[in-house]
């Protein structure tokens, strides 16, 4: 174990500690599914299936424990199309994070209970000081964890059921800069942040027809984190102090709903292939809004366009068992990005993407197991945005190393 | 394999995470332009001149300066302004020290932010001092010069003299003796301005036709061909509406705000002279009219201009623009608008015709202002005509922020890399302060 938890240490310390996770959405959950382009819906591998498939956890053998992280490090940059300076970010790194307990109820094998602990949003960007956009967004730090309890039932030998219920907790934290200036050339500064939650849920139907096809379907619901009582902050020069008296301040962001499709096919006793379709249902940020305690002449409540859309993405990726203990996983996705033209903000600078997957897995005995897993993606979006009007090109590249420890009693 | 394999293929993995995106900027280019010598000819703005005043720090930040720098980008040299001493407070036309927004206290004991002159009177030496032995200038923006001034030889303005080359020379002797490779050309402002600052009450404007001297159009075609003679290429500026400016719009024709007894008071007063019904809430100002028979006064319509330095005391205090009719010399009625606007209208179709026939870049720099006071957002900032906050115009009300000049040197650019193929960077506006706040 401890070499272990040394490995993590360094991946953390070897790579930049700068990132910059763009979009929102985190799609790294468990190691395994992220080594084959983040498919999973039908194909169950071990105790993440809570995540991936209610409905298929109870066709997953025993009790097992799953935990995992996955640092990620992205690097982005934006480039002004008319003064051809370039910004940058440096931003700290994410640890999304998975932790996944089922328990097999000793009296009925067709009965799993399950606990998923996980981070499927969430992203800091930091943009360098004095950047190109500082007035339209410094710094956002978006955190959402999920806690969900799980039932997964077996009906059939064929058919599994599941649904689990999703308490979700997070924070966000949005800092920019007013343009307003003092004789030392000191600019403004707003620093909005608060604690949110939300409820949803996640249920799922898993099939298997044949030993070698199976198929599932899932949803995960719409979560509205509410931010009641955010707290506003300004530093401006003391002349306008007044205008800008610091107090509360309420917002919500709407973490979509994702209906998932998969399918998996064992084509022999060493190779498995898996794919999935997912529809986002980002359509449901429309509108990202600020709505101060004290409002004044100078400090009104906002309200700005997002105007996404919904998504889909696609996603597949193979395992092959080289020898019994050792796993090698390839996958590729393709994300359509749910920002508009003209909508695309230094937020989220979010484009179609084409996520490049690999992993390993490693079984030490009969009991545990290691998994490691890489993403890296590439992101390009040119535009105007609508609001601001900040026009050029983003570009994130986005590195996403991580390792997994599984526990099967 | 190994846990030590196994390790190792981890590690590898994340030692690929320094990824860093990459652009290929693309290169500045100056296109059909020779950029090492640049002289820019124009009067206030030109010169830098802001917050009421000329000093050290506003003329670095002209947009003749800060186009000059992003020139530097295809191949400009040095660019020579006539610089007051960084230790001078500046002076400005009436020989007042700048403005600053301070607090202020008005006739009612009411406390507000505005700009206050940070002395009571400039600093004298500015104009007793010639600089010319730092020059000759690339800078050549004269305050409160008109068109028909270039020319004159001696020219005694006090902004000019304290840069003149000689007693006889004149603005564009000088300008044309640093033989420029490259000019712009923004004058004709004060043609029509002075007047319109006047309340159109004295001055005049400049007429179209006339010799050198005398004639707007004469004047201007000297101007340009003498710069332009020896094939040396250029930008020329257009002339903004009185109406875009924020000296002209800060204080609204109808402002006079009453209650309902002053109302009736008022309007029981003027029963027996014009008839002007007064309402309860906003009301038109009382307004001195020569033009309006026997009484010589009457109400403002809609669209009529009451200029910035009306003094605000005497409307709170002294019942200026109700009991009292405001002074001819702060107000501009339509009739006095419409011949300001129509000159400047003339004015624009010459400025346009000279710059076709010479092949020059143009700056619409009128249709960039009426931009300015509809409003816009420059990377996530609202850039508009308000006073202070708007962000455009300096204290003065008249001429421009740092940031402001900054957005109209973009205009420079723009127009320049359009006629000349040229592909000179915008410079990033918001690195320019705006107003200062205390």
Known sequence: MSSLYKIIILIIMVSPVRDYAQGFQVNLQGQKQQGMGGAGTAFMQDASSLFFNPGGASFVHGTQFNLGVTPTFARGAFMDDKTHEVSRTNSPVSTPFA??????????????????????????????????????????ELRAIFIQPTVSYKLTK???????????????????????????????????????????????????????????????????????????????????????????????????????LG????????????????????????????????????????????????????????????????????????????????????????????????????EIGKHLKLDASFLFTHLERSGTNKETNLSGTFKTNVCAPGISIGYKF | MTFQQFSFIVLGLGILTSCKPKFDTPEADGGDIDASNYVALGSSMTAGYANGALYYDVQQNSYAAILAEQLKLVGGGDFKIPNVSPASIGVGNTNNAPSKLGDRTDCLGAVSLGPVKIATQGDASVFSTNVYNQGPFNNMGVPDMKVIDATVSGYTNPFYQRMSSSASSSVLSDAVAKNATFFSVMLGVN?????????AASESLTPVAGAVGTGFEASINQVIDQLSANGSKGVIANIPSIRSMAYFNTIAWN????????????????????????????????????????????????????????????????????????????????????????????????????????????VDVNGFFAKVKAGYMYNGVAVNAAFVSGGFYSLDGLNLTPRGNALLANEFIKAINTQYGSTIPETNAMKYPAVIFP
């Not at chain 2, 043609?191 to 309340?199: C, H, I, P, R, V």
């Not at chain 2, 001195?288 to 109400?299: A, E, T, V, W």
């Open chain 1, 99 to 140: 932790a996944y307990g089922m328990f097999e109820l000793k009296d009925s094998s067709k009965l799993k209970l399950g606990l998923a602990v996980y981070t499927p949003f969430g992203s800091t960007v930091q943009w360098e000081d004095n950047w190109t956009g500082r007035f339209a967004l410094t710094r956002l």
């Open chain 1, 158 to 260: 064929n058919l599994g059921i599941g649904a689990g219920f999703v308490y979700a907790t997070g924070k966000v934290n949005l800092q920019k800069d007013i343009p307003l200036v003092d004789a030392n050339g000191n600019y403004g500064h707003a620093e909005l942040s608060g604690k949110a939650h939300g409820y949803g849920f996640n249920v799922g139907v898993y099939f298997k027809p044949i030993e070698k096809l199976s198929i599932g379907l899932t949803y995960r619901s719409k979560v509205n984190m509410a931010v009641n009582d955010g707290q506003a902050n300004f530093d401006v020069p003391e002349g306008v102090s007044a205008n800008f008296p610091d107090g509360k301040f309420k917002s919500k962001l709407p973490l979509p709903s994702v209906l998932s």
């Open chain 1, 263 to 362: 399918m998996a096919y064992k084509a022999n006793s060493k190779l498995d292939f898996a794919l999935d379709i997912n529809y986002v249902g980002w359509k449901a940020y429309d509108t990202l809004s600020f709505d101060y305690e004290n409002n004044t002449a100078s400090l009104i409540d906002t309200k700005s366009a997002r105007m996404y859309k919904n998504t889909f993405a696609f996603r597949g990726g193979a395992q092959y068992k080289v020898t019994e203990h050792f796993a090698a996983r390839l996958g590729l996705a393709y994300g359509i990005t749910p920002v508009q033209d003209g909508y695309v903000t230094p937020e989220t600078p979010d484009a179609n993407r084409v996520n490049y997957t690999a992993g390993i897995g490693y």
């Open chain 2, 191 to 199: 043609d029509a301005l002075s007047f319109a600052l006047k309340g």
């Open chain 2, 255 to 362: 402002a006079l705000k009453l209650d309902a007894t002053s109302a009736t008071n008022l309007t029981s007063f003027y029963s027996a002279l014009d008839g002007t019904t007064f309402y309860e809430g906003d009301n038109g100002f009382m307004i001195m009219d020569s033009k309006n028979p026997f009484l010589g006064f009457r109400q403002a319509v809609a669209g009529e201009l009451i200029l910035l330095n009306v003094p605000l005391d005497s409307i709170k205090c002294h019942k200026w623009g109700s009991l009292n009719p405001i002074p001819d010399r702060y107000s501009l009625t339509l009739s006095e608008i419409d011949s300001i606007e129509d000159a400047i209208n003339s004015y624009n179709v010459i400025l346009r015709n000279i710059a076709n026939a010479k092949g020059l870049a143009f």
